[in-house]
Every structure is written in structure tokens, then in C-alpha cells.
């Protein structure tokens, strides 16, 4: 269905991916995975038609409906139903056609519109809508609401329910597990399951891609390869074919010591000298020995903490909201040195709002928040807000004394983000890790991350977890 053949993709005068050849089969399922900033967007919008590549062939058929969700937060005050049936945009224009039959009194053209109407399903639309906000965790009371007056979270669920409302041939997705609780993961591993289309799916939760792909392409070092398989078995025979290739160049440099080294004893004997030159010509024809050009793990450690209070921060009796809403209620509780404290719930429960009032970024509405005296809050929000600065080195030292602002370039070199890159055009990762470059260069003593995986390729959240 889909064929790439020597393809060529840039940003900027590097290349992400070169020599890219595969195909996509018709109603499979694949999964894309490699290294944050190796391509993975960048495929998923050559497919979709944002992105031209620079050379080689791109083959996809020209009436193929693909479905994807868009990126932008909706900010409208359309309820949130409406925008997830907005995702039928034929059903939407059969709506529009039946309207203006009804407005020009024309009987056939209104006969013809509901016959239209009925075969894409429209008098279903509402329920089916629903029962895609229902699985993605929305309270079916609220789903007439404004979308506006819902969390940043449950806006992107309600753009994933759209994406998954449209009638599509395709389904791109790109990390949709961003943003969603336990339960909601699980309903779309489902959903996913049994959709009838063709996926391609970019995720960093290993268990969701083994439930759902049955392929595997690995971008790394601007190569695409293709493995059969889910993830974990991905996994294997990437390491298998790493183990033989190491084997292989092993035997080469065996064999061509051996030959060198009859080369140099035998070269100026006459009665040798015909030997050692049909050995020099072999030489010459040996293949290249495959460089393992393995990706560099991350390296950074948080600092330690220069001071411990007991406790660090305290609130009593605090409630807050958020869009005139009435979010926390009488919540009391103290963060000692050394806890590890997760917070759990469904999105819009009011653990963004928990955390923005525990930073001292949001004023209580009733209640008191204590600080121990010069104690020192990290806070990473969900979807850090980097507007404004001109690299993504400037945002991380923004804060800083300027003194201090050289920590910032040590960080990004262990957390492999240029600081020189634009905000703009950098991939989700390279923002995430530019967020997190931000929070160790701060060095707090207490340390707020909201959804810190977000973003994240596989390999820098295992980093990640271990420092933690």
C-alpha cells in the first residue's frame, strides 16, 4: 500500500533518514520506534502529505482517507462531543447538504441526503462519539460542555477521539498514550486491536506496542530497518544481528592480520613475491568491516541536595481549581526529605492543579501552602511552554544567574539535545530533554514532575527511571 524506495529525508543540512526502502501492507499494524530527533514525525508526516522527501520514491495511494490527531489544543466553546464528530468530515458535509436541501425545499435532494446520512452512520454518531469519550476517561455528564473547560489533558483525549471518530484507510499516531491514565491506555490498546485499517504507531510504553504491532521500523544512525514482530521480539533480533555482525568483523580482522603479516614476512622474497601479491589484491577486495555505530546512552546525574528541611513544603486544607471550577478540596500533606511520592488519578482530578499549588506557581483559593526557608522547588509541567526563546539552551538557563548558566551546555551534552536548536522545529524529545536539562541545572531540593515520560524515547525513559 505504502512503498518507500532510496528515500532521503533532512532538517537542516543533516540528514535523518537516507536510503530509506520499505513497504506497508494493507491492514497491517507496525510500530515505529528509535531514538528521539532520528525521524520518526518526520515519516509519520512524509506519509500523511506535510513533508516532501528530498530524494528517492514515495508511493501511497492518492484516495486513501488517513486519520491523525492534531497537536493543537482546542480552545473553542464547541462541546466536546461536537468536535469529536467534527473527525467525520463526510458525515459533517452530508449534514451541510441536507440543510441546504431543506432550506431550498427540495425533496429529492433531501431524499438523497438522508439515504447519505443513514449509510455513513450519522444517526449512530452521537452514541458512537460517546462511547469514545467514555473510554478515553470523560465523564459522559459532561461531554455537552465547552471543550475550553476541560484540563490540557482531556483536550488532547478529546483530539485522539476524534482522530479515532473519522472513517480512515490509515491511522497515524504519534505517542497517543500521552496524556492518558491506566484505564484509558487499556480501552485503546482494545480499540486498537481491532481496528480494521492499517496503523502506524510511534509510542515509548513497550507493553502497548507488544499488545498491538506486528512489525517493527527502527530508525537509527539514518537508517530505517524493518524487524517482524512486536517490540519484545524487535528487541531480540536487533540484538542477535548485533551479536553476529560483531562475529563477522571479528573474522575479518583475524584473517586480514594473517594475511598482512604473510604479506610483510614474504614480500621481498623472489620465489614469495607472487604470493604476497595475490594476497595484497585479496586485501583490497575484503569487505568494509559494518561499524556498530551504537547510539550514545544518556549521562548526567541530578545533583545532590544542599540542603534537607524537614518538611520541605507543606499545605493545609487547600482548595483550588482551575476555569471557575472547584478542583482540591481540604487537602492536607507534607513532602519529607527523601520521599517519593506518586499522584494518581483520572485527568482533570486535579493533579496538574495539585503540583502548580505545591510549586507556588497558583495561589490557593482557601488553605495555606509552608515552605521550608530557601528551600528550592523544581517544577517540569506536562507540555513545557517554550515560547519566546530562541534555543532551547536559552530556555533551559532561563532562571538561572548568569554565573550558573554554564551548567545548562554540560547537561545537554549529557542528555544529547543541541542547545543551539530552535524551540520551533525541535522534536517533542528535544524539548522534553531541554526541560529536564532545565530542572538539573536548577539543582532543587524537591523536584515536581507532571507526566515526565511524555515525549520520551524508550531508551531515556529507562535512563530516566534508574537517576530517579
Same mark, same amino acid.
Given at each position: 500500500?505504502?512503498?518507500?524506495?532510496?528515500?532521503?529525508?533532512?532538517?537542516?543540512?543533516?540528514?535523518?533518514?537516507?536510503?530509506?526502502?520499505?513497504?506497508?501492507?494493507?491492514?497491517?499494524?507496525?510500530?515505529?520506534?528509535?531514538?528521539?530527533?532520528?525521524?520518526?514525525?518526520?515519516?509519520?508526516?512524509?506519509?500523511?502529505?506535510?513533508?516532501?522527501?528530498?530524494?528517492?520514491?514515495?508511493?501511497?495511494?492518492?484516495?486513501?482517507?488517513?486519520?491523525?490527531?492534531?497537536?493543537?489544543?482546542?480552545?473553542?466553546?464547541?462541546?466536546?462531543?461536537?468536535?469529536?464528530?467534527?473527525?467525520?468530515?463526510?458525515?459533517?458535509?452530508?449534514?451541510?447538504?441536507?440543510?441546504?436541501?431543506?432550506?431550498?425545499?427540495?425533496?429529492?435532494?433531501?431524499?438523497?441526503?438522508?439515504?447519505?446520512?443513514?449509510?455513513?452512520?450519522?444517526?449512530?454518531?452521537?452514541?458512537?462519539?460517546?462511547?469514545?469519550?467514555?473510554?478515553?476517561?470523560?465523564?459522559?455528564?459532561?461531554?455537552?460542555?465547552?471543550?475550553?473547560?476541560?484540563?490540557?489533558?482531556?483536550?488532547?483525549?478529546?483530539?485522539?477521539?476524534?482522530?479515532?471518530?473519522?472513517?480512515?484507510?490509515?491511522?497515524?499516531?504519534?505517542?497517543?498514550?500521552?496524556?492518558?491514565?491506566?484505564?484509558?491506555?487499556?480501552?485503546?490498546?482494545?480499540?486498537?486491536?481491532?481496528?480494521?485499517?492499517?496503523?502506524?504507531?510511534?509510542?515509548?510504553?513497550?507493553?502497548?506496542?507488544?499488545?498491538?504491532?506486528?512489525?517493527?521500523?527502527?530508525?537509527?544512525?539514518?537508517?530505517?530497518?524493518?524487524?517482524?514482530?512486536?517490540?519484545?521480539?524487535?528487541?531480540?533480533?536487533?540484538?542477535?544481528?548485533?551479536?553476529?555482525?560483531? @562475529?563477522?568483523?571479528?573474522?575479518?580482522?583475524?584473517?586480514?592480520?594473517?594475511?598482512?603479516?604473510?604479506?610483510?614476512?614474504?614480500?621481498?622474497?623472489?620465489?614469495?613475491?607472487?604470493?604476497?601479491?595475490?594476497?595484497?589484491?585479496?586485501?583490497?577486495?575484503?569487505?568494509?568491516?559494518?561499524?556498530?555505530?551504537?547510539?550514545?546512552?544518556?549521562?548526567?546525574?541530578?545533583?545532590?541536595?544542599?540542603?534537607?528541611?524537614?518538611?520541605?513544603?507543606?499545605?493545609?486544607?487547600?482548595?483550588?481549581?482551575?476555569?471557575?471550577?472547584?478542583?482540591?478540596?481540604?487537602?492536607?500533606?507534607?513532602?519529607?526529605?527523601?520521599?517519593?511520592?506518586?499522584?494518581?488519578?483520572? =485527568?482533570?482530578?486535579?493533579?496538574?492543579?495539585?503540583?502548580?499549588?505545591?510549586?507556588?506557581?497558583?495561589?490557593?483559593?482557601?488553605?495555606?501552602?509552608?515552605?521550608?526557608?530557601?528551600?528550592?522547588?523544581?517544577?517540569?509541567?506536562?507540555?513545557?511552554?517554550?515560547?519566546?526563546?530562541?534555543?532551547?539552551?536559552?530556555?533551559?538557563?532561563?532562571?538561572?544567574?548568569?554565573?550558573?548558566?554554564?551548567?545548562?551546555?554540560?547537561? @545537554?551534552?549529557?542528555?544529547?539535545?543541541?542547545?543551539?536548536?530552535?524551540?520551533?522545529?525541535?522534536?517533542?524529545?528535544?524539548?522534553?530533554?531541554?526541560?529536564? @536539562?532545565?530542572?538539573?541545572?536548577?539543582?532543587?531540593?524537591?523536584?515536581?514532575?507532571?507526566?515526565?515520560? =511524555?515525549?520520551?524515547?524508550?531508551?531515556?525513559?529507562?535512563?530516566?527511571?534508574?537517576?530517579?
Amino acid at each position: 500500500m505504502i512503498h518507500l524506495r532510496d528515500v532521503l529525508l533532512r532538517r537542516g543540512p543533516e540528514p535523518l533518514l537516507e536510503q530509506a526502502t520499505f513497504s506497508i501492507l494493507r491492514g497491517e499494524k507496525v510500530g515505529i520506534v528509535g531514538r528521539n530527533g532520528s525521524g520518526k514525525s518526520s515519516l509519520l508526516a512524509l506519509i500523511q502529505g506535510t513533508l516532501s522527501a528530498d530524494r528517492g520514491e514515495f508511493e501511497c495511494p492518492a484516495q486513501l482517507r488517513i486519520a491523525t490527531v492534531a497537536q493543537e489544543l482546542p480552545h473553542s466553546q464547541r462541546p466536546v462531543i461536537e468536535h469529536v464528530i467534527d473527525g467525520d468530515q463526510g458525515l459533517r458535509d452530508c449534514e451541510q447538504r441536507l440543510q441546504e436541501a431543506e432550506q431550498r425545499d427540495d425533496g429529492v435532494a433531501q431524499a438523497e441526503a438522508l439515504a447519505q446520512y443513514e449509510l455513513q452512520g450519522g444517526y449512530t454518531a452521537r452514541s458512537r462519539a460517546a462511547a469514545l469519550l467514555d473510554g478515553l476517561g470523560f465523564d459522559v455528564q459532561r461531554i455537552d460542555e465547552p471543550i475550553a473547560a476541560f484540563s490540557g489533558g482531556l483536550r488532547m483525549r478529546a483530539n485522539l477521539a476524534r482522530a479515532l471518530m473519522c472513517p480512515s484507510d490509515l491511522l497515524l499516531l504519534d505517542e497517543p498514550t500521552n496524556h492518558l491514565d491506566l484505564d484509558a491506555v487499556l480501552w485503546l490498546e482494545r480499540w486498537l486491536q481491532e481496528y480494521a485499517g492499517t496503523l502506524l504507531l510511534v509510542s515509548h510504553d513497550r507493553d502497548f506496542m507488544d499488545a498491538i504491532v506486528g512489525r517493527i521500523v527502527h530508525l537509527s544512525a539514518a537508517r530505517a530497518t524493518s524487524y517482524t514482530g512486536n517490540f519484545t521480539r524487535f528487541e531480540q533480533q536487533r540484538a542477535a544481528r548485533a551479536a553476529q555482525q560483531q @562475529a563477522a568483523n571479528e573474522k575479518l580482522r583475524r584473517e586480514a592480520d594473517h594475511v598482512r603479516s604473510f604479506i610483510e614476512r614474504f614480500r621481498a622474497k623472489a620465489s614469495k613475491a607472487r604470493q604476497a601479491q595475490s594476497r595484497i589484491k585479496w586485501l583490497e577486495r575484503l569487505p568494509d568491516i559494518v561499524v556498530q555505530r551504537d547510539e550514545a546512552g544518556y549521562e548526567w546525574r541530578f545533583a545532590e541536595p544542599r540542603k534537607l528541611p524537614t518538611p520541605l513544603i507543606a499545605l493545609d486544607r487547600v482548595e483550588a481549581g482551575y476555569a471557575g471550577r472547584r478542583i482540591l478540596r481540604s487537602v492536607s500533606l507534607s513532602i519529607a526529605p527523601g520521599a517519593r511520592v506518586g499522584i494518581l488519578g483520572r =485527568n482533570g482530578a486535579g493533579k496538574s492543579t495539585l503540583m502548580k499549588v505545591m510549586a507556588g506557581l497558583i495561589e490557593a483559593d482557601k488553605g495555606a501552602r509552608t515552605a521550608a526557608p530557601g528551600v528550592s522547588v523544581g517544577y517540569m509541567e506536562q507540555d513545557p511552554t517554550m515560547e519566546g526563546f530562541e534555543t532551547l539552551g536559552a530556555y533551559a538557563a532561563s532562571g538561572l544567574p548568569e554565573d550558573e548558566a554554564y551548567r545548562v551546555d554540560m547537561v @545537554a551534552e549529557g542528555l544529547k539535545f543541541d542547545p543551539m536548536g530552535d524551540p520551533k522545529t525541535a522534536s517533542g524529545g528535544e524539548r522534553r530533554r531541554a526541560a529536564l @536539562a532545565k530542572l538539573m541545572a536548577e539543582a532543587p531540593e524537591l523536584m515536581l514532575l507532571d507526566e515526565p515520560t =511524555n515525549h520520551l524515547d524508550i531508551e531515556a525513559i529507562a535512563w530516566l527511571e534508574a537517576e530517579l
